[in-house]
């Protein structure tokens, strides 16, 4: 059963945000195709979302499920063989995706900031880090004094916790925490609409790790800023999201609150990863996710899931592939479970 | 807790390897090109030194100073060579002198090299500071003093090899041991020292095969670099001069003023003959650079 | 860097000349041929010295290869001449000494060598950097091609060829010498110009087959560099392509690069000399060339040293360039 359902879906979303605002980042429909030698792999499937000023997303999902993708998607980093097929992006007011590719450079930063993975390697090992934050202003705002840009490097520094002094120095002279502190204060640095934060903090110490999501929070207050926060701890995002997106297999399954997630996840494969935590009542006890991620060159048929699902084994499942829906409440999943009207039919 | 059996993820069917390695061949085409024109090449000597009478490579053997004709294809020189079959007989002393210098210096590089990395201490420190001190030493200008240290009839085509050998291990030596290093520190070295495998089974079993791509790039550099060395020796007059070396022949046509005298075909044609030699074997050096170091690999 | 890298340093370059000095002080006496006896007899057989010049001659000879003293003792003579740059006397042209030889030859070969290393290594950096990268236009990129076909080419077959072809077919340029015959060197504007004419076609030989290495070495890094993240960062960043490329992208991948020439320095003089010598420009190349002919062999020992003397202390200067490119080196 196929439904042409874009408009309504639209609508959907839209209507789940109880906010009266309106959303700064819209995100319609993004699809990505990597061609590979080997074949097409669609690794963003028709992906949709929105996110408020202020909001925190966590984006959860196992490696290879498009989290990544997602972020360099967004940014219209996409290198080839990748490729962005369709969609939308649309950061305050405006489509990303339709912009030239000179104004899409200077929107990165500016109006959509990308903190990255490995802030170990990310700084330029033969530039101070001073020369590297001040070069991302001097590509972005024409008409700078030295002192005003001096003053925007000390303000973003003292607000990431670091020394102003940090900017005379080298990458090398740094710790991997304050590096990935540096690379937080260059996404700051033109208070954009939106953050994007891929694993921040994966390869830090455990206490490191705290005070860096401390930090992102901190900062994500005083500009006001939308957050995308990508990562695998479940745990670490817990504390310090708002919603929570579960991605598997290029789609969006699962899109609620992080209080509704903990609580009561609706998709199958949310309910594994949730139940897969440790905690109080199952120390010890881990339930991994039987079977394994589905290669993007050969998806399984209907929903991608069915092969690992405990219900997916009805012809539904197999055949058919699922449409997000929007339960009662704005909570957004893509299951067959819950096509009519949120009421899960065994 | 439902196990799904069927959950494997369905394995990407892999094209066979005959496919990949011509598909491999045609992104890199250097290689190809180079290991083409190194077959015609050694068709050419191989097939010549069949047909040829050896005799005529040498002085007094033809019509002096001939410009190219039906009956000397390449002319012959002042002294009387037929330039056709020099280039037959010279290109295949070239190629001889390539390969045992180009195979000394490779297997003297390839055990100094896996005995230094493997063994490590004081055996490492020696070696790699011989190494060292002796790379920026311009190799060509010691050859021109052990070369001209040699009476002149010591002079033949296999103590030629053995001079550019002897100043030609210590590349092989640092490439060699700076894999080994790399390699022993890989899971699969662990796996066969914890499983109890001698040293010698250990290098010979499991780091040896993995380093075949990284010794051949290093052979065929070899080969171009001993090539070239003994080209700059017999350019300058130290070869064995009797030869038809393509060096020699040069050196020759240089002496005799050639240019000046109307005897283009005298140094350009063993010069042609050089250029397709050691353009053949950078194309397949960098070719083999390329398979043993996928990270210089073209992005296509 | 700290005092112990440079004595380091120091002690390397030391070692570097001495092992030269030492293979060039032994081969020649580990072979049955004794070169200085045969040359020697050989001028005292055309009579050309006068009694007081051979005596002088043999006192020389015996000072810096001195055949009467024991070994060792000749060793360290020789080491400590080596020290006070006297190689002794030239056998061809005498009464010059070895170093007098060389200083004459020496501003030539200079000239020649900076201007085509210095071109060579800019052009075929810049063009790796291109060819690699990119965002770079097509025809850009396409420029590197041919000289990456040159790079198997010896220099002195190019230099054959492009006598051939410019010199004596087109008749462009002159075909050898350091200035026209008759020319009377003197600071002029026409001197200098017919000057710089004898020299476009050694540098071009020198030039046209070593840019595609630095092209090649060069493609590589930076294909390197390319994958690195802080490239990629630059990016999400916003900063223009030529920002990139320039702070980002070169500047990282020059760092090897400058190691390379450090290493190529043998090969680029090797290469200069022999060149010259085929041109006949006045320089070391010629020098060398007319010593093994003539069978000088104090000039040719002196020679052979000299330049590994001149490469160790490029060597040196460029390891002290070296941090100044790169910070984490300045800190180890």
Redesign the interface.
């Known amino acids: 059963m196929t439904i042409d359902s874009t408009p309504l879906r639209e609508k959907k979303v839209g209507s789940a945000n109880r906010n009266v605002t309106e959303p700064v980042l819209r995100v319609e429909g993004l699809e990505v195709t990597y061609y590979t030698d080997?074949?097409r792999a669609k690794a963003l499937d028709d992906v949709s979302f929105t996110l408020n000023s202020g909001e925190k997303l966590g984006m959860v999902g196992e490696s290879g499920s498009g989290k990544s993708t997602m972020a360099l998607a967004m940014?219209r980093?996409i290198k080839p063989p990748g490729r962005i097929e369709g969609g939308k992006v649309i950061v305050g007011g405006t489509d990303l995706m339709s912009l030239p590719e000179r104004d899409m450079?200077?929107?990165?930063?500016?109006k959509i900031?990308?903190i990255?993975q490995?802030a170990?390697?990310?700084?330029?090992?033969?530039?101070r880090i001073g020369?590297q934050m001040a070069?991302?202003i001097k590509?972005?705002l024409t008409g700078e004094t030295k002192s005003s840009i001096e003053d925007r490097l000390s303000h973003a520094l003292r607000s990431v916790d670091l020394d102003p002094g940090v900017a005379r120095m080298?990458p090398?002279?740094l710790s991997g925490g304050m590096k990935q502190r540096v690379?937080i204060a260059?996404g700051i640095l033109l208070q954009p609409n939106v953050i994007i934060a891929d694993e921040p903090t994966s390869a830090l110490d455990v206490v490191t790790q705290r005070q860096v999501m401390e930090t992102i929070t901190r900062v994500q207050s005083e500009i006001n800023a939308a957050v995308i926060l990508i990562g695998h701890d479940m745990g670490l995002m817990a504390q310090a999201v708002d919603k929570v997106a579960v991605m598997y297999a290029g789609r969006l399954v699962e899109l609620s609150t992080v209080r509704e997630m903990f609580t009561d996840p609706k998709h199958p494969y949310s309910q594994a990863l949730i139940s897969s935590l440790p905690n109080l009542d199952n120390k010890g006890v881990f339930?991994g996710i039987?079977?394994?991620?589905?290669?993007l060159?050969?998806l399984p048929s209907g929903c991608a899931f069915h092969?690992?699902?405990?219900h997916?084994q009805r012809e539904l499942q197999r055949s058919v592939r699922p449409e997000a829906r929007i339960l009662p409440g704005g909570r957004m999943v893509t299951c067959h479970l819950y096509d009519e009207e949120g009421h899960a039919h065994e | 807790m439902t196990i799904v059996s069927n959950a494997a993820p369905d394995i990407v069917r892999q094209p066979s390897n005959v496919v990949l390695f011509f598909r491999y061949l045609r992104r890199n085409k250097g290689l190809a090109v180079g290991v083409l024109i190194l077959v015609a090449l050694t068709l050419f000597t191989v097939i010549g030194m069949f047909v040829v009478n050896p005799k005529h490579a040498y002085p007094l053997a033809a019509a002096l100073k001939q410009p190219p004709s039906l009956k000397y294809p390449f002319g012959t020189d002042f002294f009387g060579r037929n330039l056709l079959v020099a280039m037959v007989i010279g290109m295949w002393q070239t190629a001889l002198i390539g390969l045992l210098a180009g195979g000394i210096g490779t297997l003297v590089g390839v055990v100094l090299g896996f005995t230094s990395a493997y063994f490590g201490g004081w055996i490492d420190s020696v070696i790699r500071t011989v190494c060292q001190i002796l790379t920026p030493i311009p190799v060509l200008l010691i050859q021109v003093v052990v070369a001209g240290s040699l009476d002149k009839r010591d002079v033949t085509i296999f103590t030629m090899a053995i001079i550019v050998a002897m100043l030609a291990w210590m590349g092989p030596t640092l490439v060699v041991r700076a894999q080994v290093m790399t390699m022993k520190e890989r899971q699969f070295v662990s796996v066969a020292k914890l499983s109890g495998v001698s040293d010698m089974g250990i290098i010979f079993k499991e780091i040896l095969p993995n380093l075949l791509p990284f010794i051949a790039a290093s052979f065929v550099g070899q080969v171009f670099g001993a090539v070239f060395a003994s080209f700059y020796l017999a350019v300058l007059g130290l070869g064995p001069l009797r030869e038809p070396l393509l060096g020699n022949l040069i050196w020759a046509a240089q002496s005799q003023g050639a240019f000046f005298n109307g005897w283009w075909w005298w140094p350009l044609i063993p010069a042609f003959a050089m250029i397709l030699i050691l353009g053949a074997l950078a194309l397949v050096n960098m070719g083999l650079d390329e398979l043993a170091n996928p990270r210089v690999r073209r992005t296509e | 860097m700290n005092v112990k890298v440079i004595v380091k340093r120091l002690l390397f370059f030391v070692l570097v000349v001495w092992a030269a000095s030492t293979i060039v002080f032994f081969v020649p006496r580990l072979s049955t041929r004794n070169a200085i006896r045969e040359r020697f007899g050989e001028l005292a057989r055309s009579g050309g010295f006068s009694p007081g010049d051979i005596e002088k001659l043999i006192e020389s000879m015996n000072k810096s290869f001195g055949l009467d003293k024991p070994l060792l003792e000749q060793y360290w003579q020789y080491l400590n001449n080596i020290v006070h740059l006297d190689f002794g006397y030239s056998l061809s042209k005498y009464p010059s000494t070895v170093t007098e030889v060389i200083a004459q030859a020496l501003p030539w070969t200079i000239g020649l060598l900076l201007v085509t290393t210095v071109l060579s290594f800019v052009i075929g950096t810049l063009l790796g950097a291109v060819s690699a990268w990119p965002r770079a236009p097509g025809w850009l990129r396409g420029i590197a091609t041919p000289f990456i076909l040159l790079t198997g080419v010896p220099p002195v077959i190019m230099g054959i060829l492009l006598v051939f072809f410019i010199g004596f077919r087109l008749q462009w340029l002159p075909l050898g010498g350091a200035y026209s015959p008759g020319v009377v060197p003197t600071w002029s504007w026409p001197f200098f110009f017919d000057l710089m004419q004898h020299q476009v076609l050694p540098a071009l030989s020198l030039i046209l087959g070593s840019v595609g290495g630095w092209v090649l070495s060069m493609r590589g890094m930076g294909i390197t560099i390319q994958g690195e993240d802080y490239v990629n960062y630059a990016e999400h960043k916003g900063l223009s392509a030529g920002r990139i490329f320039r702070d980002y992208y070169l500047r990282n991948a020059l760092l090897p690069q400058v190691t390379g020439l450090a290493l190529a320095l043998g090969t680029v003089i090797t290469s200069a000399v022999v060149v010259e010598g085929l041109f006949g420009l006045p320089g070391i190349g010629t020098a060398l060339n007319l010593a093994i002919r003539a069978n000088d062999f104090p000039v040719i020992y002196g020679i052979v040293i000299f330049i590994t003397l001149a490469i160790a202390l490029l060597m040196l200067i460029l390891e002290f360039v070296y941090p100044l490119l790169d910070p984490r080196i300045r800190d180890s």
């Open positions: 080997l074949g940014m980093m450079r200077k929107a990165r930063l500016n900031a990308y990255p490995g170990m390697n990310s700084l330029n090992p033969v530039m020369s070069d991302a590509s972005h080298y090398h002279e690379c260059i339930n039987p079977g394994l991620a589905p290669s060159l050969r092969p690992r699902c405990p997916g």
